[in-house]
């Protein structure tokens, strides 16, 4: 396959786990890559699907939810370009166990799910970054999931948005209030009212799905606790260089 079809891993707007892998074994999977893109709202699997493809974002951002009786949803966790959807087939996964959404469109390298399956059996190096990277996904889980039990709704709306920026690295993006209810398991109403008090703090401006964050520190002050650990938790790979 022409390499000029993959994007370059090591550019800013690249893969970070695949540029966590040592050159030699990056050099291996990359002719099983095919860049794709995806776009908002695409659904690229749902809890108890087979896994057949694996996806490496570059410029996306992919949302998993986990699904209660077919139709309640949580966010449990963001998939950006410091990791992959996918990772538990490292742990002899080969169902999905979230619905996967596309949060925001963009470019990913994608794989067959079996081919990949096999390199992770006979690669050491792609095993641990996986494994890192698998642990990281559960501790962002756990605490997603105690922020949503135990912290009032603007705090958790603070969390979500700081969430998505620091993966998009940008302050302006695009989510609208359907989709952070299904994010944040709410009605839509009390999106409305949490992103109003927001606004009115002039932490955010928020007008038909459109949001910029005005005043990041402050945002980060009226987020609880979790976001910083769940910041922590989903920071990129280390380079593996064993």
Do not use: W
Not at 59 to 73: H, I, K, N
């Amino acid at each position: 396959m022409n390499s000029a079809v993959h994007p370059p891993v090591f550019e800013p707007n690249s893969n970070l786990l695949l540029a966590a892998l040592p050159p030699k074994d990056l050099a291996q999977l990359l002719p099983q890559l095919d860049e794709v893109r995806v776009e908002a709202g695409q659904v690229l699997c749902e809890a108890g699907d087979p896994i057949l493809h694996i996806y490496f974002p570059h410029d996306c951002l992919v949302s998993l939810l986990g699904v209660a009786e077919g139709r309640m949803t949580l966010e449990v966790g963001q998939v950006g370009r410091e990791g992959m959807l996918g990772a538990t087939t490292a742990l002899g996964h080969d169902t999905t166990q979230v619905r996967a959404v596309v949060q925001r469109a963009g470019s990913a390298s994608r794989m067959d799910g079996g081919r990949f399956r096999l390199e992770v059996s006979r690669n050491p190096a792609l095993q641990r970054v996986l494994y890192r990277y698998t642990d990281s996904l559960l501790a962002q889980a756990i605490q997603i999931a105690v922020c949503s039990r135990f912290h009032v709704l603007e705090a958790r709306l603070a969390r979500s948005l700081l969430m998505t920026r620091d993966r998009l690295q940008s302050d302006k993006f695009h989510l609208t209030h359907e989709f952070l209810a299904h994010a944040l398991g709410v009605r839509r109403v009390g999106v409305t009212k949490g992103a109003s008090a927001l606004q009115q703090q002039g932490l955010i401006n928020y007008s038909r799905g459109n949001i910029e964050i005005l005043d990041p520190a402050g945002l980060a002050a009226a987020a609880c606790s979790c976001y910083q650990i769940v910041r922590e938790a989903g920071a990129a790979p280390a380079t593996d260089t064993v």
